[in-house]
T-cell receptor, first 114, second 114 residues
Framework: GENVEQHPSTLSVQEGDSAVIKCTYSDSASNYFPWYKQELGKGPQLIIDIRSNVGEKKDQRIAVTLNKTAKHFSLHITETQPEDSAVYFC?????????????FGKGTKLSVKP | SAVISQKPSRDICQRGTSLTIQCQVDSQVTMMFWYRQQPGQSLTLIATANQGSEATYESGFVIDKFPISRPNLTFSTLTVSNMSPEDSSIYLCSLGGGAGETQYFGPGTRLLVL
């Protein structure tokens, strides 16, 4: 089945710097790759997603890139702010399993220092 | 996107008891799911809540332990039965996830079993 690896597990940056989180997946048939932000005490919030027919997607300070050949995708946050501090999860949809079976990475705890 | 609410938001329970978690959505949705997030861990799909029929469980999860109801297209419940401390987790309701659909999560129910 699908396996998603996420790196790094923790990331600390200065306010204003960029942050990059990388994920790799194993199932070449996966075609949907969302990113979620989870703040303490809250549920995961979708921040951006990308489908396999697109190589890059951008929404203000957040961008995601997808390399289907290499089976990896990355989240890029520019001009980081303290409120970006949270745990970020990448995921890939396993087409062979249940419709809702997003396979998640283990998460990256991002700390943005003012 | 639909608004998802969960009750209770948190609870502390004694081992051997059961807790029923409710998930309410403000619009009709086809696909609803239940996830578990153990402390400091990623998200794992428990089951797909099917309207009008038995839920579809993922490997490692059984109906006797996690009975699920879905009486209509806006509501579902998850019961955690005969709880033990190992059941201490965040339980998340999720919707969407059909082919090409974005998937959203509720705020979660934080359960501590003593």
């Amino acid at each position: 089945g699908e396996n998603v690896e996420q790196h790094p597990s923790t990331l600390s940056v200065q306010e204003g710097d960029s942050a990059v989180i990388k994920c790799t997946y194993s199932d070449s048939a996966s075609n949907y790759f969302p990113w979620y932000k989870q703040e303490l005490g809250k549920g995961p919030q979708l921040i951006i997603d990308i489908r396999s027919n697109v190589g890059e997607k951008k929404d203000q300070r957040i961008a995601v890139t997808l390399n289907k050949t290499a089976k990896h995708f990355s989240l890029h946050i520019t001009e980081t702010q303290p409120e970006d501090s949270a745990v970020y999860f990448c995921a890939a949809r396993a087409l062979g399993g249940s419709q809702g079976n997003l396979i998640f990475g283990k998460g990256t705890k991002l700390s943005v220092k003012p | 996107s639909a608004v998802i609410s969960q009750k209770p938001s948190r609870d502390i329970c004694q081992r051997g008891t059961s807790l029923t978690i409710q998930c309410q959505v403000d619009s009709q949705v086809t696909m609803m799911f239940w996830y578990r997030q153990q402390p400091g861990q990623s998200l794992t799909l428990i089951a797909t809540a099917n309207q009008g029929s038995e839920a579809t469980y993922e490997s490692g999860f059984v109906i006797d332990k996690f009975p699920i109801s879905r009486p209509n297209l806006t509501f579902s419940t998850l019961t955690v039965s005969n709880m033990s401390p190992e059941d201490s987790s965040i339980y998340l309701c999720s919707l969407g996830g059909g082919a090409g659909e974005t998937q959203y999560f509720g705020p979660g129910t934080r359960l501590l079993v003593l």
